[in-house]
């Protein structure tokens, strides 16, 4: 493999080029025109523009993709996360065009982008789930029978879905049918695809998900757990590895669940297990992501392992180069993702010009972002700015860290959500690991923002007052 090119853009785009340049590869970025001065376009030894500023006309633009690749005689293409990245299309193109997509094969993409499919594919391997039915359902009456088996509340869910569209949760009987309309005409409207389907709801999960890597030897590890609980609406906020509830057993059984469901797809490259974790620490499998996931970084502090590496390594054909006993976990690692919303305005994005961009420095600090000061953040993408990343021995040297790097962040001309970051850190429930994916609704107001920074704006006075009046003691001192 002598070129790679990534078929994404921004920060993931950057983070896989540096890792292609370590291992002595040429890098390609394609870009839009909304992204022309972006650092993965400088940073690439060749780089294309590929079409108009929105998605659909350029990052999305599988064909034209693999045409810019043909031309330049690249090797293999990587998807990131987003975009084409799930996309089994996407890579049955790039296969057929003789070259190498860098992730698992179409089974386990298509397998695995569908709920009741997924289901399906792990049956023989016994892998815990929440109870519920593993088939498509339309007739109301039916669900009732079965919602009263399974017991209420319960949630459809759309088979297609994803990021919680479609979902619903049933409290009472006589709403089944009312919401199970619902739940079908919104997943035909997202999806295209109007089968729902109904598990037991879990009230107070937790999120965790295990990273695991399988080669095409035969080989399957996983890399232990992130915890992703902090979420806004099916947005994460802040994760982490490890989580502060896994004993090692749990560790294990979760471990070696993901494994297996890797298995049971025949399973190629890096990708990551959900699944829920209820307030008695019983795990049930909820889906498996495909992809380098955003918030890789976490794992690869403790772990050890750049994970671009060995999905570059998988895709050669190499054979991994550790087994799961030879991997630990050394320190904690905290992720807060940086976005251009604005906290205090019910996250309203807030694009426009980087007027200030300085990034917090240091051991144990790590940044993934794909900015610059003076750049534009254009409207068209997601509104991740960047990736803040501190590492330490302990938990709590972690987010000492993140709470200082939060304040040594200078960005200037648009709102984030770093003071966001501040209250997460700062919260007694967060603190104490007790919390769940209720955490933002349950506890986050706009004002505990404003009440901080009040605050701050307070003790900043009386720091200007005191030296105010030191000045003019010193002024007062007699001259002749
Ligand atoms: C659930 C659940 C409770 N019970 N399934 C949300 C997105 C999709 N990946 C699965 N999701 C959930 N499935 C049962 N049976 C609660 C959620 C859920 C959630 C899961 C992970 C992270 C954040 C979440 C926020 C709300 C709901």
């Not at 035909?188 to 990273?211: N, W």
């Amino acid at each position: 493999m002598k070129k790679i090119l990534v078929a994404n853009r921004g920060e993931i785009a950057l983070r896989i080029m540096k890792t292609v340049k370590k291992m002595g590869i040429k890098t390609v970025a394609v870009f839009s025109k909304a992204d022309r001065q972006s650092p993965h376009v400088t940073y690439a030894d060749e780089a294309i523009c590929i079409g108009e500023a929105p998605s659909s006309q350029s990052y999305l633009l599988g064909d034209k993709i693999i045409e810019v690749a043909q031309q330049l005689h690249v090797d293999a293409i990587h998807p990131g996360y987003g975009f084409l990245s799930e996309n089994a299309a996407f890579a049955k193109a790039v296969t057929d065009a003789g070259l190498t997509f860098i992730g698992p094969g179409i089974e386990a993409i298509e397998k695995m982008g569908n709920k009741l499919a997924a289901k399906e594919t792990v049956k023989a391997y016994d892998i815990p789930m929440v109870p519920g039915i593993d088939e498509a359902i339309t007739d109301p009456e039916k669900a009732k029978t079965i919602a009263k088996d399974i017991g209420f509340p319960i949630l459809i869910k759309a088979a297609a879905g994803g990021g919680g569209k479609g979902m619903r949760v049933v409290e009472r009987e006589e709403d089944l049918s009312e919401q199970m309309d619902r739940a079908i005409s919104e997943a035909v409207s997202a999806f295209g695809d109007g089968s729902v389907f109904i598990e037991k709801y879990v009230g107070s999960p937790r999120h965790i998900e295990i990273q695991v890597l399988a080669d095409s030897h035969g080989n399957f590890v996983h890399l232990f757990e992130r915890e992703c609980s902090v979420q806004r609406r099916h947005q994460k906020v802040v994760e982490e590895a490890p989580s502060a509830i896994l004993t090692p057993a749990l560790r294990e059984a979760m471990g070696t669940a993901a494994v297996n469901v890797a298995k049971s797809c025949n399973y190629l490259g890096a990708g990551t297990v959900e699944f829920l974790v209820d307030e008695n620490h019983n795990f049930y499998f909820l889906e498996m992501n495909t992809r380098l996931q955003v918030e890789h970084p976490v794992t690869e502090l403790i772990t050890q392992v750049d994970l671009v590496e060995q999905q570059i390594r998988i895709a050669r054909g190499e054979k991994l180069s550790f087994t799961q006993d030879d991997l630990t976990i050394k320190g904690h690692a905290l992720e807060l993702r940086v976005y251009a919303e604005d906290p205090t305005d019910n996250f309203l994005p807030s694009v426009g010009l980087l007027e200030t961009y300085q990034r917090p420095q240091g051991e144990g600090i790590r940044v993934d972002d794909g900015y610059e000061e003076g750049m534009e953040v254009p409207i068209y993408y997601d509104p991740m700015l960047s990736k803040l990343i501190t590492y330490g021995d302990t938990r709590e040297e972690a987010i000492a860290l993140m709470k200082k790097a939060i304040n040594n962040y200078q960005i200037k001309g648009i709102k984030t959500t770093l003071p966001f970051g501040t209250f997460v850190c700062d919260h007694e429930a967060f603190i104490s690991g007790n919390f769940d994916t209720h955490f933002v609704k349950q506890y986050y107001t706009p004002e505990v923002l404003e009440q901080a920074s009040q605050q701050e704006a307070e003790i900043a006075a009386l720091v200007a007052l005191k030296q105010y009046l030191e000045d003019q003691k010193q002024l007062r001192v007699p001259t002749h």
